[in-house]
Structure formats: structure tokens, C-alpha cells
């Protein structure tokens, strides 16, 4: 009897399986789903990883060979070689009754430049003159009756005729002073007044030039002067062509003041300027001279005073000092570093001579 209660509910459970099956899943995701339903955790914030600073490596130069050149920087212009300021010499600062020419004229010597308003002078020269004749006239009578008048009277009278026949000869020399005229013929380059303005004595009027005869001129000071020579090897920088080489070929005059930089004036502008000279400047003589350049032109110069060929050489960074004593740190190909004293030399603002103590290729640490 046991055995077929047995066996009927085991047939029971075999035609059940299937929905028992169905049951045991849904009871195992209700208690998935269950947990679900908890407050979830703090998730842990990500920390970034921590490296150690790194030490900063100091720069590694290589010592090389170049050439040293050492230079004077200058400015300057393009000048003729036959150049002048053009002024009168009166210090009576008249009035300018007529100025015929303007920049860029071309004029031949003896031409007129410009005029000095000198009408009073003219009208007094004309009386001198008459004064003069009847002076003369009454210096003849004079004379015809010297055995009448003492010597002493007589040597008067000579004196006093000889004084107003001087200021006949000063009003002369005042007129013929007030026309400036050409020295030789050229071109007139600029003009530094207008009629009606009032001409001191030695200020520039205008200026005349050789254009065919143009060079390069540049400023110095009396400093850069000490270290320059005829002959030194020079470099122009013209503005529209580039770089030209050359050498110094005349200095400047030393009582010229080397000031060469034809203060005040603009041409026509009635504004005064001091007499300039191609004496006041530093000449260059181009290796060969470009076309087509006009007077005037803005260049820059560099003369080469001194220059070294295959030197030995470190950036200044590399150079260590103390107590006198010049070292450098070398490393080899592993990284082992040293210190080598060294014996300087020449030295710009880039590199410093090595006279002993490395060879080219080395490595050195800077600072």
C-alpha cells in the first residue's frame, strides 16, 4: 500500500515538474530584484596616481669651433663726396630778398642761390660814393697847400680821407656778401629757408652736391672712434639693396664735433640749420658701389674691428667663475661629470673663447 502511495505521488511531481520549475526562477529573481531594492553603496572616488617631481636636468652644450667677430655698430646716409652747406657769412640776420632755386635743381658755379635784402646799404653806398669823390677833391687842395698846413695836420687829414674811403669799401664787401652763388656746379639737394625769412650768419641755406660722386657716410662717437682705423673691413646695410661689403677709408675731421646729424631744418620750412660737412662723418668705400641709389638714402654700418677664426668656444651659461678661477662641468657619454678649469679668451654676448682646457665636441652643463 506504502509502495503505490509512493509511486502515484511521484507520477504527481513528474506531471508538476514544469510549473515547479516556473516557481523556483521567480522566487530566485524576486530575491535578485529584492536586493535591488537597497540603498546603494558610495561608490570609491578614483584617485589620481601620484608620480615624484622629476629633478629639472640642466642643458648640455656642445664646445664647437666658429669664428669670432667683433664689430661697431653705426648709422648713416648716403653722401656725395663733393657736398656742402651753402650760407652766408653777414651777422647783420637780414631778411632773404629772393631765393631762385629749389631741391633738385641742377646749377652751375656762380650761379645764384639766394639774396640778401640790402636796399639800405645800396642807397648808402651811393652817397659814400659822392662823399667820397668830393673828399677827394678836397684832399688834392690840401695837398697843393701842404707848405701852409703842419705836417701834423696834414697826416690828419690823410687819416680821416682814408677812414670814409674804408667805409666805402665795407658797404661794398656788405653788398657782394649779400649774393650766395654756387662754388661749383652740382645739384641742389636741399633748402632749408624761403624768401622773406631771416638768414643768421653761418646758417645752412641749402645744400649742393656731386651726385655722381655718392659714398657711404656714416655717425660716430668719439667712444667708437678710439677703436676704429682706415682700412678695417666694414659692412653697409642699404635700405632697398642689402648688404654690401667694404672698408673705412677717411675718419672724421676731430675738430668737425662729429655731431653729423644735420640738426633742425626741413627743406622750405624756413626752420634754421647749422652748417654740415662730409668732413664731420666716417667714410666707407664700397667693393663695388650699386646702381640706381639716391643721396639721402638710410643705411646702417658695421665695422669689423677685430676677428677670430676657429675658435674654440661655450655659451657664457657654460662658463662657471669663483675666486678667480674659470671652470666648466663636462660630462661623458655615461653621465659622469667633472670640472675642468679653463683659460678664456675673446668673448661676445653669445659665446666665449676657450684659449685652453676643451676640444671641440666636448659636453659641457650649463648653469
Known amino acids: 500500500m506504502y509502495s503505490k502511495w509512493w509511486m502515484e505521488n511521484l507520477s504527481v511531481v513528474k ?16 530575491l535578485s530584484s529584492g536586493c535591488s531594492l537597497l540603498p546603494k553603496e558610495d561608490e570609491e572616488e578614483a584617485l589620481p596616481a601620484i608620480t615624484p617631481p622629476q629633478l629639472s636636468k640642466k642643458p648640455e652644450y656642445t664646445v664647437k669651433t ?17 657736398e656742402e652747406d651753402l650760407y652766408f657769412t653777414d651777422d647783420a640776420n637780414r631778411r632773404i630778398k629772393s631765393l631762385p632755386v629749389k631741391t633738385g635743381d641742377k646749377v652751375e658755379q656762380g650761379q645764384v642761390i639766394a639774396e640778401l635784402d640790402v636796399t639800405e646799404q645800396e642807397n648808402k653806398l651811393r652817397q659814400k660814393r659822392l662823399q667820397t669823390r668830393q673828399d677827394e677833391l678836397s684832399m688834392i687842395e690840401k695837398l697843393r697847400k701842404a707848405d701852409e698846413t703842419g705836417p701834423e695836420q696834414l697826416e690828419r687829414d690823410k687819416i680821416e680821407f682814408e677812414l670814409k674811403k674804408e667805409e666805402v669799401t665795407t658797404l661794398e664787401k656788405t653788398i657782394a656778401g649779400a649774393k650766395l652763388t654756387a662754388p661749383y656746379a652740382g645739384t641742389i639737394i636741399s633748402v632749408y629757408m624761403k624768401k622773406g625769412d631771416s638768414a643768421k650768419a653761418y646758417d645752412a641755406v641749402a645744400t649742393i652736391a656731386d651726385l655722381s660722386q655718392l659714398t657711404v657716410a656714416a655717425t660716430i662717437s668719439a667712444d667708437s672712434l ?14 632697398g639693396v642689402g648688404k654690401v661689403k667694404g672698408k673705412v677709408s677717411k675718419l672724421p675731421s676731430p675738430k668737425a664735433g662729429n655731431n653729423g646729424n644735420g640738426d633742425g631744418g626741413f627743406p622750405g620750412g624756413g626752420q634754421q640749420k647749422k652748417p654740415d660737412s662730409i668732413e664731420n662723418y666716417l667714410l666707407i668705400q664700397l667693393d663695388q658701389f650699386p646702381e640706381g641709389l639716391s643721396h639721402g638714402t638710410p643705411l646702417g654700418v658695421k665695422i669689423i ?24 662641468q663636462v660630462v661623458d657619454d655615461k653621465g659622469n661629470k667633472r670640472e675642468v678649469d679653463v683659460e678664456i679668451g675673446l668673448q661676445t654676448s653669445t659665446a666665449v673663447e676657450i684659449v685652453k682646457g676643451l676640444t671641440a665636441g666636448q659636453k659641457v652643463v650649463g648653469r
Open 226 to 239: 678710439s677703436k676704429v682705423a682706415v682700412g678695417m673691413e666694414a659692412e653697409a646695410d642699404i635700405n
Open 66 to 82: 666658429e669664428t669670432l667677430v667683433f664689430d661697431v655698430p653705426l648709422s648713416g646716409k648716403l653722401m656725395s663726396t663733393v
Open 305 to 328: 674691428t677685430q676677428r677670430k677664426e676657429n675658435a674654440i668656444t661655450v655659451p657664457p651659461a657654460a662658463l662657471r667663475s669663483y675666486a678667480g678661477r674659470n671652470y666648466v
Open 15 to 30: 506531471k508538476s515538474g514544469r510549473p515547479l520549475l516556473l516557481v523556483c526562477i521567480a522566487a530566485s529573481l524576486a
